[in-house]
């Protein structure tokens, strides 16, 4: 009787992730449902903008290949901030790192001249340097300096860009293309559409790949669980002999690669050319889905399918009737003000955690009496 009590007791570990994921989904239907509310306010159609909103990303095949090509870039700067911000850094450079990325995979695709699998993965090589190093230097700077990561990490991401737009401008740019613009890739780099009559391209695979290794690697090995708990306590890390500095400048490496990975295979699967002319916000979208994922790598997809999903609604929804398409940055907004917000639910988490507290001690004593 006493083992069957104690299997129906949660553990507070238990509860704390119960009311994250509570928090998460909660903040994200208040959200939905606030835009559901500007809708009927302001829209002269209602139900036409909400049924553009909620099932137009499903009504053809081409718009379904554009949820998957939303969410493929956020897979690899989703799993990319849950390795950066698990360690407790707040390194914003996962949007620099992403056109870093692309530069790299752009110099591999224009410069080298390889064989067509051998190619691809070069370029997603160098794609992975050059995006480690946008995060490395603001994780080099904190380590050696104490300078604060989110400031030098917003002001490392312009670098990135003026580094990249000036070497596709001045070094590597196409005269013949009639605006701004790369030489076009090889066809050997360019990764294969997989999707007739979409642009669905490879590296939704290689994003998988991403999320699945991510996971194994963060929570499943030893570095991983340095990486957690420097993030935890990094008092105690230090105590129990762990290396924090290395374990900081680690995670913030690995962030980079894996941001720099993704421009790289957005720009091979989506561009023939590099033609970015700024920031893409790639990064920044990458911090919502690990916010939302609660930096676990596993939950990365759902939450990229999402993002991309309400993205591509609002789309359709401001081409077939007048509601801006700006209403997702509303319910971005929303989403992060009260996913981010700790007191968010928790006089009610409280309330359960001493819940469980009090039944523990009833299960002891009944065991103490037996």
Request: proline share 4%.
């Amino acid at each position: 009787m006493t083992k069957s009590v104690s299997k129906s007791i949660k553990t507070p570990k238990e509860v704390e992730r119960e009311f994250d994921i509570l928090r998460v989904l909660l903040g994200m239907t208040i959200a939905l449902c606030i835009a559901f509310l500007i809708i009927l306010l302001i829209s002269k159609d209602p139900l036409g903008a909400l049924k553009s909103f909620v099932i137009g990303p499903l009504s053809t095949l081409r718009r379904m290949g554009n949820v998957v090509e939303a969410m493929t870039p956020l897979l690899f700067t989703g799993v990319a901030v849950c390795f950066i911000f698990s360690a407790n850094q707040t390194n914003m450079a996962v949007e620099g790192g992403f056109l870093l990325g692309a530069l790299g995979a752009t110099i591999g695709a224009t410069v080298f001249h390889l064989p067509p699998v051998i190619h691809p993965l070069v370029c997603l090589l160098l794609g992975g340097l050059f995006g480690a190093f946008a995060c490395y230097v603001p994780a080099l700077l904190y380590v050696k300096f104490n300078s604060k990561p989110v400031v030098s990490s917003l002001m490392m991401n312009y670098i990135c860009m003026y580094i990249a737009l000036g070497i596709i401008n001045h070094v590597i740019r196409d005269p013949g293309a009639g605006f701004p613009a790369s030489y076009t890739f090889d066809e050997t780099a360019q990764l294969a559409r997989v999707l007739k009559g979409t642009h669905v391209h490879a590296g939704i695979f290689v994003g998988l790949v991403v999320v699945l290794v991510g996971y194994l690697y963060l929570y499943r090995s030893r570095k991983g669980y340095e990486i957690r708990m420097v993030g935890k306590n990094v008092n105690f890390a230090a105590y129990s002999g762990m290396p924090v500095n290395k374990v900081l400048m680690n995670s913030q490496l690995i962030g980079g690669f894996l941001a720099g990975m993704g421009g790289a295979v957005e720009v091979l699967g989506m561009y023939t050319r590099f033609q970015y002319q700024g920031l893409t916000g790639h990064g920044f979208d990458g911090i919502l889905v690990g916010i939302i994922a609660g930096y676990n790598p596993a939950i990365v997809p759902l939450a990229a399918l999402f993002l991309g999903y309400i993205r591509v609604g609002a789309d359709v929804m401001s081409r077939m009737n007048d509601i801006p398409i700006e209403l997702v940055s509303i319910i971005q907004s929303i989403i992060i003000v009260l996913v981010v917000a700790e007191r968010f639910l928790y006089k009610q988490k409280h309330r359960k955690l001493v819940e469980v507290a009090h039944k523990e001690l009833a299960r002891e004593e009944v065991a103490a009496n037996e």
